[in-house]
């Protein structure tokens, strides 16, 4: 465990250390990050659009029978902003994001293509690392945004369709405005960050630790996505007590 | 000058010495021995699971060896590749060609990214490696390596090595895998390669064919230790039942 965890600090701060070589990796960061938001933008509506609407559709008639239908919007708002949105989107970048690149690394590492670039004086981590645990961190952020936004609609339109609720939209986001502030989104975007660090590297060295055949390959995947998700959880859980701390 | 044109001086002197390296307490290279002229051909030879392909990971600063000492034209391995003192390149036994980029890609990878060139000076590099290696740039230079046979693999892979126009070049198993025909064709590129560029060349395999008709000089090598490097005509010659052995072992008399 220790050593595991020194390990992915270490990863994590080498690839920092490389930063200054980003500009001559921006052609494969725009491509990862091309690939991510490609792989991930429709899955990403679609789950936040259902997840705004059942938040709204638990919550609202229950919270319009005791008259406080003026919550309803602050509970969706609140809940897919700080909590909701940062937390479900680390965890499909994780499963379609992370897999894939624990996949292709460590592919890389059992036919000897990471090999073939140590020999030619290539550091992976400036070459393979570095573009994709950038374009990470600018895919989840924008890609959190995007979910809160689509949530934040999802619930909006349960709450107008549905009868029990019965708010307008223009009701429903004069509430949630009133309960959101500046502060909500940019917590909700530090989350983000740290997420898609730890996405990032730990889905790197899972791929970099890939020794054997295929078989190793399939199995350096599923620890990968395993090990994210329980890093997202814990953390989120940390960095939600800094953030209470600090109110 | 042109950085590709014959060049008979730049080959590289390799000295091995004292060389041990265990893996969870078994040995698998023990005081290994190893020296060859600059502009040689070096074949080593054992059977599967002697302890080659660990040796040339050594060579290439892909492991670290417990004890010994790796010299390059006299300078210690890690001096001599981060003061640039020398270049090498290798093929890989399975090319070691990277899936996502194609082969124009793979030969300029190098330059790109180690040499940092631009290109308008990769470009003509390039195609120059693919010719050189009998490639043909039209048709082979945009394919991806998924859509080559195993023989074009290693033509591309020995590309990419003339890429960085290395002073040594190390083969793993370089005719592995491939049918007859073709594995001489390999034979004669590791030789033509040789002869056009002086490089030094140290080859790993356990294919007699290609070992006694390229080689300068062949070493043995049998569990994790290697014998001094003779010249072919040397080793026909040898009594040692070991060597004998694994010479004429194969012939169809040995399967009934």
Not at chain 1, 80 to 91: D, N, S, W
Not at chain 2, 76 to 95: K, L
Request: proline fraction near 4%; hydrophobic fraction near 45%.
């Amino acid at each position: 465990m220790i050593r595991y965890t020194s390990e992915i600090v270490s990863l994590g701060l080498q690839t920092l250390r490389a930063w200054p070589e980003m500009w001559h990796h921006r052609r494969k960061v725009i491509q990862c990050f091309y690939d991510m938001a490609n792989t991930s933008l429709l899955m990403s509506c679609v789950l936040s659009l259902f997840i705004g609407g059942v938040l709204a559709l638990q919550s609202g008639p229950l919270l319009v029978e005791r008259g406080l239908s003026f919550v309803v919007g602050q509970l969706v708002g609140l809940s897919m902003c700080k909590e909701l949105a940062p937390v479900m989107m680390a965890i499909l970048m994780a499963g379609r994001i992370g897999s894939a690149i624990t996949a292709e690394l460590g592919s890389m590492k059992v036919y000897q293509e990471i090999d073939a670039l140590w020999t030619m004086k290539i550091n992976p981590i400036h070459y393979l690392i570095l573009p994709r645990v950038t374009a990470i961190l600018c895919a989840l952020p924008l890609l959190v945004l995007f979910s809160i936004l689509v949530g934040w609609m999802g619930g909006g339109l349960v709450c107008w369709l549905n009868q029990e609720i019965g708010l307008s939209l223009q009701t429903y986001f004069s509430h949630l405005k009133a309960g959101i502030s500046l502060q909500d989104l940019a917590q909700s975007i530090t989350k983000s960050i740290f997420f898609a660090m730890l996405i990032g590297v730990v889905s790197c060295h899972h791929g970099l630790q890939t020794k054997g055949g295929p078989r190793s390959i399939g199995r350096s995947v599923t620890q990968s996505v395993v090990q994210s998700i329980v890093c997202i959880l814990i953390s989120d859980y940390a960095i939600t007590r800094i953030f209470v701390w600090i109110e | 000058m042109d950085r590709m044109t014959p060049s008979h001086s730049k080959g590289v002197n390799l000295a091995v010495s004292g060389l041990g390296r265990s893996f969870s307490g078994v040995p698998v290279l023990c005081d290994v021995h190893l020296s060859v002229e600059a502009g040689s051909i070096c074949v080593i030879m054992g059977a599967s699971g002697s302890g080659k392909s660990v040796l040339l990971r050594h060579l290439v600063g892909l492991e670290t060896p417990d004890k010994g000492s790796i010299l390059y034209n006299g300078s210690p391995f890690s001096e001599a590749i981060t003061w640039n003192q020398i270049e090498m390149a290798i093929v890989f036994q399975q090319g070691g060609l990277l899936h996502s980029l194609d082969v124009g890609e793979n030969i300029a990878l190098y330059l790109r990214e180690t040499k940092r060139l631009s290109d308008e000076e990769v470009e003509p590099l390039v195609d120059q490696a693919i010719t050189q290696v009998g490639l043909d740039v039209v048709n082979d230079k945009h394919k991806m390596p998924s859509d080559l046979s195993g023989g074009m693999k290693k033509r591309v892979a020995i590309a990419r090595a003339l890429a960085i126009d290395p002073g040594i070049i190390f083969y793993d198993e370089p005719t592995g895998e491939l049918d007859p025909v073709t594995a001489v064709a390999i034979g004669k590129e590791i030789r033509r390669v040789n002869k056009d560029h002086g490089t030094t060349s140290i080859i790993v395999t356990h294919d007699r064919d290609l070992a006694f008709g390229i080689a300068d000089t062949i070493t043995f090598m049998a569990q994790g230790r290697l014998t001094d490097p003779q010249t072919p005509e040397e080793i026909r010659s040898l009594s040692d039942p070991q060597t004998r052995q694994f010479l004429h072992a194969g012939s169809q008399k040995d399967y009934l």
